[in-house]
């Protein structure tokens, strides 16, 4: 039996060929396997690639033309490791690559990846095409053996193919310049301001597309509305450029795009002059001939029009955490910062969490998160979800998942997440998208949880209380000039045991660092955990308000619900076991 006859027992239609051209009339052979023929075939084999074979597909990877191949095994490698061992892998005589698997999905002759000179790196050899194979002259194997091709499923197919064609350098960029709004002489354009201000990450995942991984400086996207684990497009593969290689969004196939591009696309619709309009009134764009930046002195008579309505009205309380012996002690009130501390594991996230859920019910306010130690981002979803729904999501009486859907868009409507795999995270990074929120969301309160991510970060010829304390005032007048709520949740040293072998309650001037956590923050709170007679509840401790008319000092007692995330204020004709099983 040659080796034509035993491809072709494997289900294979094979024909002969010198080099790389058939020897044969071999069109028939694209629908028919050959038979006795065979028998008689010499010279190199090559396989017929589509429904004739199985569903057989060859990715040829052409490193002449530009050498994709160990960029593309290592992608997979990091990103799909399951997927390697399934595939077929010869090396051709120039070099090159061979990538063979069977799937039902019909594969044509595509190229997938050109270089600038527009010769193909990476192409198909689909349904009706051919590839020579081994043993033919010149070629070896690296993985697998044709005899025993396997299937993979139609998602594994595209994540082949899509991730081969992301290294296309053939992209056509989308020219946006043209919107009768530019600013004259030399001033930054409201786009070229946003190109080089706004990371768009965060604006991509609000429009639905999903980021699947990072690869160094490219980030990898998803679509919206796809399923399965297949890439559609590209953040900084061109750099600073959104490159999108799907044919079902909004974007042109094989387009790049900057970042205005892609705010003018998702946010309204593609005109782009209506975006730069926007971006104008965002205060985005700058003119050739910056104002002088001086003192600003304050206009007295607005001052006193104020100060006459403080004392016909008072100063107005803050909006309501939710809990009405709480609100006795604490507001919040938007300008300002809250440092929230506590032990280990007493709940001081959670709280958090609560908190900010119980003012997005109450007063539809919204939210950037960044909170590394709530990982996964679906953990902290379902843990949101729960605070909202006032139900569990798994275990006994969970919610229906019929009501899911409408549980999570309240939380998109309400919280966004800022990206916390980032590596060398940094203050400045966090406000960085805090801002673009701000300016495209209209958010109200920030929450970072917790501090030491962006310690990690410190510069080394500085020390930690010339840090936090630079950090802290940077904090306080980014609440202050965009009038949000700031919340930094802040870890203590390591606390040691009283005689009794308790924990105290842990002190603002306990934190790690530095005591500009006591004197910086214009709110200071202790969450603390206590266990007595057998009764679990928890401490909201009020250390340091500011301003009196924001609350005082003082000491609220909540109890935490396990099943719904929820802290709820225990009526005092209510026994324990009857606040449980409310």
């Known amino acids: ?117 527009k010769k193909a790196m990476i192409e198909t050899r689909g349904d009706g095409g051919y590839f020579v194979c081994y043993p033919s002259n010149g070629y070896s194997m690296e993985f697998g053996d044709f005899t025993n091709i396997q299937k993979i499923t139609d998602e594994e197919a595209e994540i082949i193919l899509s991730t081969a064609a992301s290294f296309n350098e053939i992209k056509i960029e989308k020219d946006i310049t043209h919107t009768g709004i530019e600013n004259a002489g030399t001033g930054l354009t409201p786009f070229d301001d946003y190109n080089s201000r706004v990371d768009i990450v965060g604006l991509l995942e609000f429009h639905g597309w999903t980021q699947l991984f990072k690869r160094g400086n490219i980030i990898y996207f998803q679509r919206p509305g796809k399923i399965g684990r297949g890439v559609s497009a590209t953040w900084g593969a061109v750099p600073d450029r959104f ?164 549980y999570v868009k309240f939380i998109k409507e309400h919280f966004y997440f800022i990206d916390a795999l980032e590596e060398d995270i940094t203050l400045e990074l966090v406000l960085k998208a805090s801002k673009e929120l701000i300016d495209t969301k209209k958010i109200d309160g920030l929450v970072i949880d917790p501090w030491n991510e962006i310690e990690l970060c410190k510069p080394k010829d500085i020390s930690s209380t010339e840090f936090i304390g630079k950090c802290l005032r940077q904090c306080r007048k980014f609440a202050r000039r965009n009038n949000i709520h700031l919340w930094i949740v802040a870890h203590p040293t390591k606390m040691v045991k009283d005689k009794n072998g308790e924990y105290p309650v842990p002190e603002l001037y306990d934190i790690e660092g530095s005591a500009h956590w006591r004197n910086k923050a214009d709110n200071g709170i202790c969450v603390y955990r206590v266990t007595k007679d057998n009764l679990e509840y928890t401490e909201i401790n009020v250390q340091k308000i500011k301003y009196r008319y924001t609350g005082c000092i003082g000491k609220a007692v909540l109890f935490y619900d396990q099943k719904s995330g929820r802290y709820y204020e225990k009526k005092e004709t209510d026994s324990v076991a009857d606040f449980f099983n409310d």
């Not at 908190?355 to 990982?375: H, R």
């Open 1 to 117: 039996m040659n080796i034509f006859q035993q491809y072709l027992s494997c289900g294979l239609s094979v024909i002969p060929c010198e080099g790389k051209v058939p020897s044969i009339a071999w069109k028939g052979y694209q629908t028919t396997l050959a038979g006795l023929e065979a028998g008689e075939w010499a010279g190199n084999c090559a396989i017929i690639c589509g429904k004739v074979s199985g569903g057989v597909c060859c990715i040829d990877f052409d490193v002449k033309n530009g050498d994709r191949w160990n960029q593309w095994l290592l992608l997979i490698n990091e990103q799909y490791p399951d997927l390697l061992s399934k595939l077929v892998v010869e090396k051709t005589p120039s070099g090159g690559y061979h990538v063979v698997f069977r799937a039902d999905k019909v594969v044509k002759n595509l190229k997938l990846a050109c270089n600038a000179e």
């Open 243 to 406: 490159y999108v290689f799907s044919t079902s969004t909004g974007f042109e196939n094989n387009h790049i795009y900057k970042a205005s591009a892609v705010y003018a696309i998702l946010e309204h619709g593609g005109d782009y002059s209506a975006a730069a309009k926007a971006l104008c009134a965002l205060g985005y764009g700058k003119h050739a001939v910056e104002p002088e930046k001086k003192a600003v002195i304050y206009d007295t008579d607005k001052i006193t029009d104020n100060l006459k309505k403080i004392y016909d009205k008072g100063y107005l309380r803050g909006t309501s955490t939710g809990w009405k012996d709480f609100d006795k002690y604490y507001s919040v009130i938007k300008g300002q910062f809250t440092v929230v501390t506590g032990m280990p594991s007493h709940g001081k996230s959670e709280f958090v969490d609560a908190l900010i859920m119980n003012i997005a019910m109450s007063d539809g306010w919204k939210f950037a998160v960044f909170s590394p130690e709530n990982y996964p981002v679906e953990m902290h979803f379902h843990k949101l979800i729960e605070k909202y729904s006032g139900l569990p999501f798994l275990g006994a009486g969970r919610m229906d998942k019929n009501s899911i859907d409408k």
